[in-house]
Every structure is written in structure tokens, then in C-alpha cells.
């Protein structure tokens, strides 16, 4: 054999023996009773969940050497009767909806859904909406007799932007229900009038529209915020600061904000939920580099959840010395 060949085979058995070591490693830390891979409840393709997703499951992947899969689905109400279901091994959603589900109000429509488990909070979402400037559409007030995209049936937005308006004495001529994506090419070719979300900042479709269209981002009077929250407590106002983006470089846009959590089911075993937790915590710039509302991804936000934690959760937030809420401790 020659010089040559041998040491081609020498680095291709190496070669082959670092892939098995590098697996090992990663299966290592599967512990017996753990899932192998896990479905991650987000959202429509090209919203804020769905890109907070791809972070987590690459978290995931990278640190506990646990594949994920980003499920596309119809938003916090469909997570929580999934997750709910034992149909996902995490659910993305916002303070109201899971917070009707546990109760039975709202949405629910009476059947509690009490299986769900908040592990640690997200970020706050904000309430968007915007208009082409060509239209005169300065605020949610002129929204009269006008067609509003609000998102998919049964995510956040389709279901309080409604309410909003409603509690501003607000009455579109029709709500139009279908992805972001979507309604913004309806908004563009004059089909539409606004176009609304309620997602972390920044939206990438205000970012992406401001290159070619003049905008208005509409803006909830503080007046008409504070009617909506006295019904829903678990909303606050909020501003979208000044120079956010290039449609409000001069003024801060007022507007509503929302927690938003990531849940398992309560049977998911203790250990796996704290590592994931920890894991979490330790590596949130691998979240942050795919989207940067991941920067109010902090443990201290966890006493915002409107429903309890599962207990692995509970023992990691113990050691970090923070004091939980009894409402959150599971029973």
C-alpha cells in the first residue's frame, strides 16, 4: 500500500470515528424517558412565532442534541388544545388564550384546559396595525366602514383585535382572516385597507413594506386601551418606541402589549422541563440572533404567567432565588 492511500484510510477512520463520538455525545444527554425529537406549536410561516421557533428548536438541537420540528399551526389558541391534547411537546402562546383555555372562557367556550404548563416566558408582544398613507388612515379610529386583516383564525390578533376595536367603538366593515404574508399583498393591491398582528418587535412585514410603500402605523389611544384592559387584565399599554421603524422615527406609537409564554404538558417528565429551562437560559443569544424579541426572554418575566408552571420549571426558577407567585405553583 502506498504512503498516499494509507493515510487517506487513516482520515477517513478518523473522520467516520469523530461522527460516532460527536453522536454519542449528543445522545448522551437524551436521558431514559426523554423524547428523542419534540414538535414545537407555532404559527403561520413568516410570523414571529414561527422564527422564534426555528431558534428554539436549533437551541435545542445544539445543546441537549434534541431535534425539533417547527409545526405550523394556527396560533396560541391551536397550541394550547394541542399541547393541551398531548399533540405537541411545546406550545407557543400569549397571557389571554391560555388563560381562557385554563378557565373555560372566551374561546374555550366552557371546556377547561388545565393539562397546560407554562415553562418560561417569551417576550411581550404588541399590538400592530398599519395602513398605506395613501388611504388617510391615521389611527384605529378611522377604521369605520373599513376591511381589517387581523391574521389566522384562532391566533392572538383574530381574536382581540376585534375586541379592541370593539372597545374603541370601532366597526370595520369586515374582518379578512388568513397569514401576514398574505394579507399584506391584499393591503398592497388595494384589497385591503389595514393590515393587523399582534407579534414582538419588529414585525418583519412593517420592516419589509416601509422599502417600497409610505405606511402608517396606527396607533391605540391610550383612552381606547385603557376600556379594552379594564375587561382583560392581563393586557397593558405600551408604546412602540420612536424611530422603531422608519414610518415612526419622529413619535412613539401607543399601542397594547401581551406576554407571551412557552408551555408543555403537565406530564412531561420533571428533569427534561429543567433542563430545557436551563438550557434556555443559558444560550438566549442563540434565540436573540433569530429574533430579537428574545432580548426580554429574562427569568424575572416568569411571574407575569397567568396560569402555573410545571414543576420542573418551578425547581430551576427556586434556585435562581426568585419568588414565585402561589397562583403559579402547580398542585
Known amino acids: 500500500m502506498n504512503g498516499g492511500g494509507f493515510m487517506k484510510r487513516i482520515g477517513l477512520v478518523l473522520g467516520i470515528l469523530f461522527i460516532l463520538f ?43 442534541g434534541i431535534p425539533g420540528n417547527v409545526e405550523v399551526t394556527g396560533g396560541p389558541v391551536h397550541n394550547t388544545q394541542l399541547v393541551d391534547a398531548k399533540q405537541l411537546d411545546f406550545g407557543m402562546v400569549t397571557a389571554g388564550p391560555v388563560w381562557e383555555g385554563w378557565t373555560g372562557e372566551g374561546w374555550a367556550k366552557g371546556k377547561k384546559h388545565q393539562n397546560v404548563r407554562v415553562i418560561f416566558p417569551m417576550y411581550a408582544t404588541y399590538f400592530q396595525m398599519y395602513a398605506l398613507k395613501k388611504t388617510g388612515i391615521k389611527s384605529i379610529n378611522d377604521l369605520n366602514g373599513k376591511s381589517v386583516g387581523v391574521g389566522p383564525v384562532g391566533g392572538t390578533p383574530a381574536t382581540y383585535w376585534p375586541k379592541i376595536l370593539e372597545a374603541a367603538g370601532v366597526k370595520p366593515a369586515r374582518y379578512v382572516n388568513a397569514s401576514s404574508a398574505d394579507l399584506n399583498s391584499q393591503l398592497k393591491d388595494g384589497m385591503l385597507d389595514a393590515n393587523g398582528q399582534s407579534v414582538g418587535l419588529p ?14 402605523i396606527l396607533p391605540i389611544p391610550k383612552a381606547d386601551a385603557e376600556k379594552f384592559i379594564a375587561k382583560h387584565p392581563l393586557f397593558a399599554t405600551g408604546v412602540i418606541p420612536k424611530g422603531y421603524y422608519k414610518s415612526n422615527k419622529d413619535y412613539d406609537v401607543e399601542t397594547i402589549t401581551v406576554w407571551n409564554y412557552m408551555t408543555v404538558h403537565k406530564d412531561a417528565p420533571d428533569d ?21 424579541s428574545a432580548k426580554e426572554t429574562k427569568p424575572e418575566a416568569i411571574v407575569t404567567s397567568p396560569i402555573p408552571l410545571h414543576p420542573g420549571a418551578v425547581k430551576y426558577y427556586r434556585e435562581k432565588g426568585i419568588k414565585l407567585p402561589d397562583k403559579l405553583i402547580p398542585r
Open 22 to 64: 460527536s453522536f454519542s455525545i449528543s445522545q448522551a444527554q437524551i436521558k431514559p424517558g426523554w423524547p428523542k425529537s419534540v414538535t414545537i406549536g407555532a404559527a403561520p410561516v413568516g410570523g414571529t412565532y414561527y422564527i422564534w421557533g426555528g431558534g428554539f428548536a436549533k437551541l435545542l438541537h445544539d445543546k441537549m
Open 203 to 216: 414585525w418583519v412585514i412593517i420592516s419589509e413594506i416601509e422599502v417600497t410603500h409610505e405606511i402608517n
Open 272 to 292: 427534561f422541563v429543567y433542563e430545557v429551562v436551563k438550557k434556555t437560559f443559558e444560550n438566549v443569544d442563540i434565540l436573540i440572533a433569530a429574533h430579537g
